[in-house]
Structure formats: structure tokens, C-alpha cells
């Protein structure tokens, strides 16, 4: 969630455009070889999980999946989590402030963007408020990250409704991958962060991982050079634990964290909130493997005159692999998730009833055969959630593995976005006379989707990866009648090309080249029609591109820089624009690393999202950045 003007009158405003008018964890890689030693070749084998449940290679997952790396994220300028996501060229990331960013897939983007599963080592983060992610709640030791894998398009057999335009998997690394002392520090003029973490062993079979860590980010200015007053600072801490039990393996771990500006306000809200995770594994006497995942997560939010949230859920999940004959797979599951979700009113926002109850509940069933180069996965989940009922999420996959040097894919899905708090609940302002009184009748946003994709390898030096894709919407939300009241007014479809490539010509140089191309095409699907509702279904670029480029220098030296270009956005208009962060980086002893991280290299000042007027402006920000491991 995000503000995109001063004060709280502007952020009402913004909840008004976007309602009333539209707008698992995994295998490591083995043990000892960091991403630095492979060849791109080994790269596309790693294995990822987020596509079908189960492990399988990079290469032949028959999905538009992108693999963010560790060592990809220690070789990037990147802070934080949203800045690591930078990384991905099939996501859309725009900072709005301080702390707060618009993150989509495949178009629809803005500060309450709802169509994007984000999970944190298989823990739901979104908002029972919007179905979207505070993105100031969730912050991480980068260094403990094993990897991000980005799913654009559905997801919605394997994780539900919301999983409509994409998935985001953020899988950190086990206790026993971060033994030992890690001290870190990232300062700048404009704030920094520092952490400390500490792992050791926990009994005879396991590990057991803590850290601390502090944030303080600087606040930004507008274009006549007035104080946003978005700065904010942040306490976190937590542990991870991972043992044994013969077969079976357990995890246990969770976050505390405290924060936000003094005073609250929309653009630096008090956030406070804590979850803790429990995941076991094992097989059954027949040897076919079981998961059992359950999770607590709470999250506060005070903006003062605005939202003054809080929401807790647990989420219970199972799933069981069957043993079938070889060439056959089946994965199936069931879920129970439920949330309590308080907003206080305030002077601008209200939601009616002040309090709900909220239950989700689902059941799956994944199959996949193999036949010689052929492999085919169907899927169907049925899940049923409080405003309206069961919703019913199919998916056809089918892959054409080209003898191990390529994959050729092709997919469709149906998917829903399930209504949210604020499409049915939200009143404005806090009191009568409302200008938004709510939506009853609000149902399931609906995305039909077919993808056809092909990823490969090009000897060992080049790797590539392209999906076309059309995404065909029913129900999306707009406003109708005076008071306005929520309702699915606007249908039409998504038309999308992602792309990207990697190079190695030589051992000490790589390169990634990434390119997104959308096309919207919206419309009313009833009367009346109000023209100036369809351009706030998010505000998205035609375009954007980005090129990486990684070298090994002598004197254990890195030289590091990305070059991102993002087009126009159309309503509000913001320019385009063309950033370049780097890094340098220098191995000063075998424990110590010290980097110079430059972001927005070139110094101009430009706005990512919203009204020129009242928008942050980003110019340039260096940042030393010393880690130390003992």
C-alpha cells in the first residue's frame, strides 16, 4: 500500500479513483556451489517450486517464471526487498515514497494493486483490507534470501484466488546455511539499515538462526523541493529453527517488528505486527511425502486519518504427493485460512461493520504426465471465501521438452480475484453523507488466460526465455449511481509480451537483458459510461526494458550496474524515464566486503508514480555498505 499525495484529503482521494473508478519452500543447490560458479547452463536446471508444488528445473517449468538469485541480489544496488524485485523484468516496481511501493505483473498497477500473490517461504502476506501487500510491513535480511521466483500470469490452482497476474515466492535460506556471525551496515545521507544475525547449531540434527535489524529511510521531497514528511525507521527481529526427526523434517520461525513516523500519517504510518511459521515434512509408510505448513501472521497499521487497521489470520495448509507408476504425478491439498480484520473510522475512511470475520477455505488436485517429450498438467481448485462462495480455479498446461535444450509451453487458466474488504465494505467519508457507500452486490473479478511460451538454451553461454500472453477480464471494479457504489462494470483484455535473455561470453562477464510490451483494451460492460473510470485500473507503461551487466574484476573487485528504462504512464501522466544503479564491490578479506551502491546513477530527478505535483521526485543516493561474517 502506498500514498500518492500529502495529507490524508489525498489519500482518500486515491482510495476513490481506484474503487469507484476502475482502475513454498524448496531444494537448495548443492551444497557449496554458490550462483557465482555456475554457468548458465546449471543456472537453468536449478530447480524451482512455485510452478507445480514440486521441485523441477528452471528450464522446463511450463510457466513465465523468473529466478532472482542470492547472488543476484548481493550483486545489485538493491536495500531492500521492493528494490531486489527490481531485478525481475517481468515485474512492474514503482517507489511512491520513502517506504511505500506499487508493485504489479502484467499491468494494473497502483498503490492498491490486487492482483499479485506475494509469499514469504510460503506464508500469505496480502492484505485482508485489498487483497494487496503493505510492502513497508515486510522487510528481510537480504543476505538471508536463497532466492525469489517470479511467476507472472496465474496461479490460481495451486495458490487460490489473487494468484491472477502473478506470483511472487520469496524463499529464504535454511539455519544451516547461515552459521556463524553476519554483521551488516548500508548507510547514505539518506538513512540505511544495519543487522546482525547470529546461527549455530540447535541438538544433534539441527540449526538455529537469530538476527536484528534497524532501518531508518530519509524522507523525499516533492519538485518544488517541499518535505514530503514520509521518513520512518523500523525495529525487526526474529529466528529460524530447522531440525529433524528421523525422516521428517521440521521448520519453525517468525518476525516481530515496530515502526513508523512521528507523527502517523498516510505517508508514514506506525506499523507494528509479528508471525510465526510452523512447516513439517516427511512420508507416509508408503513413502510418498506429505506437507503440513501453519502459519499466525499479525499486521497493524495506523495512518491516523485514514486506515487504522488491524488484521490477524492463521492459515493451515496440507498437501500429499500419491506414489503412481512411473511417468504419472498427482499433487493434492486442502486449506483453512481465516482472519479477523478491525478498522477504526477516521475523519475520511470508514468500512461498515468496523469488524469482520473472514474464512477461506479450498481443496486441489494436480495431475501431470509424461509421455516421451510431451507433458501434460491439469488442475482444478475449489475454493470458497466469505463474500461469495466457492470460486472454481482450472488450469491446462502442456510442455514440449525440445531433448534438454529447450521447452516449448503453452497454458490456460481461469482465475479470480475474490472480493476484499474495500470493494465491499469501504464507506467515504468516515461519516454521512457518503460520496462511496460500500458494494454489496461486488463479485469475483474474473481473468481467462491463455500463454504460450518457450524457454532455452543456446550452448552454454545463452539463455533466453519469451511468453505472448492475453489476459481476457469480466467484473472488474468500477463505480455506479450517486452515492457511488462499488460494482463489476468493466471487461476487456490484456495483450503482453515478456522477454528476456542471459549471456556469458567469457567467465568474468554476464549479462541479462529483460523486455515487457503490454496493450490494454478496457471497456464498459453496462450503462452508463463514465470516461475518465477505465484509465485507473492501474497506470501502466507500454514498455519498459532493462539490461544487467555483472563483471569479475582483478583484486577480488566487482564491478556491477542495471540500466532500467520505464515508459510514460498515461493517467495521471508521469514521463518516462531511464535510471541506472551500480556497484562496486571489493572482497577486503576473506570475512569482509565492502561496496559503494549508487542508485539513479545518472542524478536526474524523476517521479515513478503519480501526479507530478504532489508525487516524491528520486534523484541520485550512494550508499557504503560493509558486511562482515565472523
Given at each position: ?316 495448509q496440507f498437501t500429499h504427493e500419491p506414489t503412481l507408476p512411473a511417468g504419472q504425478q498427482l499433487l493434492w491439498g486442502a ?88 470493494d465491499r465494505e469501504f464507506f467515504l467519508p468516515g461519516n454521512a453523507p457518503f460520496i462511496i457507500a460500500g458494494g454489496a ?190
Amino acid at each position: 500500500m502506498a500514498v500518492v499525495s500529502s495529507g490524508a484529503t489525498a489519500r482518500a482521494a486515491l482510495l476513490a479513483a481506484c474503487i469507484c473508478a476502475p482502475q513454498a519452500r524448496a531444494q537448495q543447490v548443492s551444497a557449496g556451489a554458490s550462483l557465482a560458479e555456475l554457468s548458465l547452463e546449471e543456472l537453468s536446471a536449478l530447480p524451482v517450486t512455485s510452478v507445480s508444488g514440486r521441485p523441477e528445473s528452471l528450464r522446463s517449468a511450463p510457466a513465465s517464471v523468473f529466478v532472482i538469485s542470492a547472488e543476484d541480489i548481493r550483486r545489485s544496488a538493491a536495500t531492500s526487498l521492493p528494490e531486489a524485485l527490481r531485478l525481475a523484468p517481468n515485474l512492474q516496481v514503482a517507489r511512491l515514497n520513502a517506504s511505500q511501493y506499487a508493485i504489479s505483473a502484467r499491468g494494473f498497477n497502483n498503490a492498491i494493486a490486487n492482483k499479485l500473490l506475494v509469499l514469504i517461504d510460503g506464508r500469505s502476506v496480502y492484505s485482508n483490507l485489498f487483497a494487496g501487500v503493505f510492502w513497508d510491513h515486510h522487510d528481510l535480511v537480504l543476505e538471508d534470501i536463497e532466492r525469489i521466483e517470479v511467476i507472472s500470469g496465474p496461479g490460481g490452482t495451486l495458490w487460490g484466488a489473487n494468484a491472477v497476474n502473478g506470483i511472487i515466492n520469496v524463499i529464504t535460506k535454511p539455519a544451516a546455511a547461515t552459521q556463524g556471525t553476519l554483521l551488516t551496515a548500508t548507510r547514505s545521507g539518506h538513512g540505511g539499515d544495519e543487522a546482525v544475525r547470529w546461527g549455530g547449531r540447535l541438538g544433534e540434527t539441527g540449526h538455529l538462526r537469530l538476527y536484528a535489524m534497524g532501518i531508518d529511510r530519509g524522507g523525499t521531497h516533492r519538485a518544488d523541493d517541499t518535505d514530503r514528511g514520509d521518513g520512518t525507521t523500523k525495529q525487526q527481529a526474529g529466528f529460524r529453527a530447522d531440525t529433524s526427526f528421523g525422516q521428517a523434517q521440521f521448520t519453525l520461525q517468525g518476525d516481530l517488528y515496530h515502526g513508523g513516523g512521528d507523527p502517523a500519517s498516510s505517508v508514514a504510518p506506525r506499523l507494528h505486527g509479528g508471525n510465526l511459521l510452523a512447516h513439517w515434512e516427511s512420508r507416509l509408510a508408503d513413502g510418498s511425502p506429505y506437507r503440513i505448513q501453519a502459519s499466525y501472521d499479525l499486521q497493524g497499521r495506523d495512518e491516523l486519518l485514514t486506515f487504522r487497521n488491524r488484521a490477524d489470520n492463521i492459515d493451515v495448509q496440507f498437501t500429499h504427493e500419491p506414489t503412481l507408476p512411473a511417468g504419472q504425478q498427482l499433487l493434492w491439498g486442502a486449506g483453512l485460512r481465516s482472519g479477523n480484520d478491525r478498522n477504526e473510522p477516521s475523519v475520511f475512511v470508514r468500512f461498515i461493520p468496523d469488524e469482520r470475520r473472514l474464512n477461506w477455505a479450498n481443496v486441489f488436485a494436480q495431475y501431470q504426465r509424461q509421455g516421451g517429450p510431451w507433458q501434460m498438467t491439469s488442475g482444478i481448485k475449489l475454493e470458497r471465501n466469505t463474500y461469495t462462495g466457492v470460486e472454481v480455479l482450472p488450469t491446462l498446461r502442456l510442455a514440449y521438452d525440445h531433448g534438454d535444450r529447450a521447452t516449448t509451453w503453452a497454458a490456460l487458466s481461469r482465475t479470480v480475484r475474490a472480493p476484499a474488504r474495500v470493494d465491499r465494505e469501504f464507506f467515504l467519508p468516515g461519516n454521512a453523507p457518503f460520496i462511496i457507500a460500500g458494494g454489496a452486490d461486488f463479485q469475483s473479478e474474473v481473468a481467462n488466460v491463455a500463454e504460450l511460451g518457450h524457454r532455452g538454451q543456446a550452448g552454454r553461454n545463452v539463455s533466453y526465455s519469451g511468453t505472448l500472453f492475453r489476459q481476457s477480464y469480466a467484473g472488474l471494479r468500477a463505480g455506479r449511481g450517486q452515492p457511488a457504489v462499488v460494482a463489476n462494470r468493466i471487461e476487456g483484455h490484456v495483450d503482453g509480451l515478456e522477454a528476456w535473455a542471459q549471456l556469458q561470453p567469457m567467465q568474468i562477464a554476464r549479462f541479462t537483458l529483460g523486455y515487457l510490451r503490454l496493450r490494454k483494451d478496457l471497456r464498459f460492460s453496462d450503462l452508463p459510461v463514465d470516461p475518465v473510470s477505465i484509465p485507473n485500473l492501474g497506470n501502466d507503461p507500454s514498455q519498459q526494458w532493462s539490461l544487467r551487466a555483472q563483471f569479475d574484476l582483478p583484486r577480488r573487485t566487482e564491478f556491477d550496474v542495471q540500466v532500467r528504462h520505464v515508459g510514460a504512464l498515461p493517467a495521471p501522466l508521469v514521463p518516462a524515464y531511464t535510471v541506472a544503479d551500480a556497484r562496486l564491490g571489493w572482497q577486503m578479506t576473506p570475512t569482509v566486503e565492502v561496496s559503494l551502491l549508487a542508485q539513479n546513477l545518472f542524478g536526474q530527478r524523476h517521479v515513478e508514480f503519480d501526479t507530478a505535483a504532489n508525487a516524491s521526485e528520486f534523484g541520485r543516493r550512494v550508499f557504503l555498505r560493509v558486511v562482515c561474517r565472523l
